[in-house]
């Protein structure tokens, strides 16, 4: 059974630092790994996806990362702003559609 | 497109009574899943469907809870009896195959 984690479960760091959220998985036999986004009192939105044969995808300030062997990915965000302060979430599929969650990081940019 | 519509934003009730749960998809997907958000459990699937069969609902706690999805359109999920520890926030997503799912805002549910 799969199973997801994200440590920590908060990070506060100042404007303009950039900055790693960490996501580690059980099952490797993972066909994608996604990260998601999500603002308080709102659903989320998702932010990247990255396929089993892929290792990386990039999108403006954003950087994921997905290493099957370990069991790891890592969201890179460069030069962070309070506009990013949300709960980031990391999800894998397996073979079926079901996504399995992490708890997410909560992540607050200051100003 | 409006996105994934959910229905009502936030309900209170009161233990023993029964709630519905409503979602409109995005036109033209062919998933639709029903997920549980806690602060102790996180983001739980519930059940899923395809071309508006269920194909997943272990998830789905107890007999208390059952999902229906009449058409394309339209999913309910109703709790009954509801219970206290059903407070949770609600999220319905729809999904074209394979790829990501798209979440609709939530159901805000307070079981008193």
């Known amino acids: 059974k799969q199973e997801v984690t994200q440590i920590p479960a908060a990070l506060s760091v100042p404007e303009g630092e950039n900055l790693v959220l960490n996501c580690s998985f059980t099952?490797?036999?993972?066909?994608?790994l996604q990260w998601f986004r999500q603002d308080p009192g709102k659903g989320l939105t998702s932010l990247l996806l990255?396929?089993?044969?892929?290792r990386e995808q990039t999108s403006g300030r954003l950087n994921a990362s997905l290493d099957k062997s370990s069991g790891r990915s890592t969201l890179y965000i460069a030069a962070s702003q309070p506009g990013d302060s949300a709960t980031y979430l990391c999800?894998?599929?397996?073979?079926?559609?079901?996504?399995?969650f992490g708890k997410g990081t909560k992540l607050t940019v200051n100003p | 497109d409006a996105g994934v519509i959910q229905s009502p934003r936030h309900e209170v009730t009161e233990m023993g009574q029964e709630v519905t749960l409503r979602c409109k998809p995005i036109?033209?997907?062919?998933?639709l899943f029903w997920y549980r958000q806690t602060m102790m459990r996180g983001l739980e699937l519930l059940i899923y469907?395809?071309?508006?069969?269920?194909?997943?609902d272990s998830g789905m706690p107890e007999d208390r809870f059952s999902a229906k999805m009449p058409n394309a359109s339209f999913s309910t999920l109703k709790i009954q009896p509801s219970e206290p520890r059903d407070s949770a926030v609600y999220f319905c997503?729809?999904?074209?195959?394979?790829?990501?799912?798209?979440f609709g805002p939530g159901t805000r549910l307070t079981v008193l």
């Open positions: 036109s033209g997907h062919d998933y």
């Open positions: 469907f395809n071309n508006n069969v269920p194909i997943d």
């Open positions: 990255i396929q089993s044969s892929q």
């Open positions: 999800a894998g599929k397996g073979g079926s559609e079901k996504l399995v």
């Open positions: 997503a729809s999904s074209p195959w394979p790829d990501t799912q798209y």
């Open positions: 099952d490797s036999a993972i066909y994608n």
